[in-house]
């Protein structure tokens, strides 16, 4: 059965401080993994697809590497307004992305 | 540009009441729409997904149903509520076959009373 195990499940960073999330999958066949951010009471954003091991992928303070079992979301230097919840998914088979249960990042002033 | 709208934002109904959420896209033709469900403490759970009008596969069953009566358009329905059916509805909808980025909408909250 496909598992995507995502940690830790809350984090709490001050401004500035550089830390990682992290997201560990067991997949048949992975097609891709998915970087979404949810705000509190609103629909998940998506961030990044990464389809292979070695590739990363960037968006301002946001990096998000893949390898054969994990994939990792690196946030530098953040802001209060990177605030959210980080949803990680997996695609094997079929239509259906299988999601982990976020991790809640709270980053302080 | 591509747009998801999804309503109501919020809804209370009593046990045993019938329930429609209905999800519409536009900018786009033949999307890929889906139903995913998230309760607190859980990961979002996909109930429904559908490539084309008509087309409706399940993936959990449940006291719920989905249909899709226009392309653009996606219901997700019971006759009858449950306690349990209580969380936050999410539509989205794909661009792709077989690259399932998903862009979701803004979910409704229903409280079963």
């Known amino acids: 059965e496909d598992q995507v195990t995502q940690s830790p499940e809350a984090l709490r960073l001050q401004e500035g401080e550089s830390s990682s999330l992290n997201c560990s999958y067991t997949?048949?066949?992975?097609?891709?993994l998915f970087w979404y951010r949810q705000d509190p009471g609103k629909g998940p954003e998506f961030l990044f697809t990464l389809y292979s091991a070695g590739e990363e992928k960037e968006k301002e303070r946001l990096k998000a590497t893949l390898t054969k079992k994990e994939s990792f979301l690196h946030i530098t230097a953040p802001k209060p307004e990177d605030s959210a919840t980080y949803l990680c998914a997996v695609q094997a088979t079929g239509y259906a992305l299988n999601f982990g249960k976020g991790t809640s990042l709270l980053v302080t002033p | 540009s591509q747009t998801i709208h999804q309503w109501p934002a919020t809804l209370v109904q009593p046990v045993g009441s019938p329930l429609s959420l209905e999800c519409t896209v536009e900018?786009?033709?033949?999307?890929?729409l889906y139903w995913y469900r998230q309760a607190a403490g859980r990961g979002l759970q996909l109930l429904f997904y559908s490539v084309g009008i008509g087309q409706i596969s399940s993936e959990v069953p449940q006291n719920l149903s989905a249909s899709r009566p226009q392309d653009r358009q996606f219901i997700l329905s019971s006759k009858k509520l449950l306690l349990s059916d209580s969380g936050f509805y999410l539509c989205?909808?794909?661009?792709?076959?077989?690259?399932?980025?998903?862009?979701f909408g803004s979910g409704t909250q229903l409280s079963v009373l």
């Open positions: 989205a909808w794909s661009p792709d076959r077989g690259n399932e980025k998903l862009f």
């Open positions: 900018g786009t033709s033949n999307p890929n």
């Open positions: 997949v048949s066949g992975l097609r891709g």
